[in-house]
Every structure is written in C-alpha cells, then in structure tokens.
C-alpha cells in the first residue's frame, strides 16, 4: 500500500509535509505600488537582446504570470510576461519567445523553425550554411524530407554558432526560472 503522507513506495518512512520552512518570495514595487497584471499590462514591449542573444538591457527584475493565450481554452499555455530595465525604463517581453528558441534541436524541421529565424541569430555567411539560397524553393530540397531540419541546414561551424546561442538562451532562462515575481 502507497501512503502518500508518510511513506513512499518501497522505501522507509519520509515526511513530505513541512513543520516550517522560509521562503523568499519576491515582490515588485513600482513608485511604492506593487506590481499587478494592470500594471503590467502598460509596460511598453521590448525585447533587450541583441540577434545572438545577448542582453542589451539594465537589469532583469524576473517573470510574472500574466494569463493564458486563450482564456476560452482551459488548457492553453500560460503567458508569462519577463519584467526588464532598459535605459532607465521598464520593458517587458513574452517568455514564449525563448521557449521557442531553447526547444531547437538538431532534428528540428526547419518547418518548425524558420530559415529567417536561423539568419537573423547567426548571420547569412554562406559559409555557415549547406542549403543553396535558389535550393530553398522545394525543388532541390523537399521540405517535408526528414533531411530538411537544422542539422542538414547549416555547416559544423553554423551550427556550432547556432547551437552555441541555443546554450546562451537555455542557460538565461533556466537563471530566469529562479526570478518570479508574485503579482
């Protein structure tokens, strides 16, 4: 039998309840008013990185939860809003933008992420890819082709540097994941 109280499976007796425990919880104030979603819904959007993602703000503050995409959709994601200084003024960006870039893998079709996107982070240094400019067009590469992902895409020193901003953007938002602030 599995007490979920007092005992895990197998093993000897663990209490997973707390006697008492401290935990910081971090809470923004603007001009001695604290942060809420009214609030952050006057932040003007910015977005403080450059194309290889390094950070060109003041300060990040942290990431509130703001709502959901849908809100007709019970099961949407959930909008988290990162809260930053940048020239003495306060910006704000979806972290669904670094989602999108940290779940980039060698395999990913290039469907799911776009040839634009990739130039935009790296450059468009011929050298740094293996797909012709005039290949793009389906006829001498087949997008649906398991060969079309990023790996194929760019040459080792492309994706090196691709791969290499994709480690810069994981590592700020597992940081990022240590910073919520509580609205």
């Known amino acids: 039998m599995f007490d979920i109280f007092t005992k895990t499976k ?3 007796k663990k209490i997973i ?3 008492q ?3 910081q919880i971090n809470i923004m104030k603007v001009d001695g008013i604290k942060l ?4 952050i819904e006057q932040i003007p959007v910015a977005f403080p990185f450059d194309n290889e993602y390094n950070f ?24 988290y809003s990162v809260i930053c200084e940048k020239d003495g003024k306060l910006i704000k960006f979806d972290i669904g933008r670094l989602i999108s870039i940290i779940n980039v893998k060698p395999k990913t079709m290039l469907d799911d992420f776009s040839i634009r996107a990739v130039k935009e982070m790296i450059g468009d240094d011929s050298s740094l890819f293996n797909i012709e400019e005039n290949s ?10 398991s060969d079309y992902n990023m790996e194929k895409l760019l040459t080792k020193d492309g994706n090196n540097k691709f791969f290499g901003i994709i480690n810069k953007v994981k590592s ?5 994941q240590n910073h919520q602030i509580y609205i």
């Open 36 to 39: 809420s979603k009214s609030l």
């Open 21 to 23: 425990s401290t935990i």
């Open 56 to 79: 060109k703000g003041d300060k990040i503050f942290g990431f509130a939860k703001t709502g959901k995409s849908n809100p007709s959709n019970p099961n949407g994601r959930w909008i």
């Open 136 to 145: 793009l067009d389906g006829v001498q590469y087949n997008r649906n082709s």
């Open 172 to 176: 700020f938002y597992l940081e990022l």
């Open 10 to 12: 197998n093993m000897d």
């Open 17 to 19: 309840f707390a006697n």
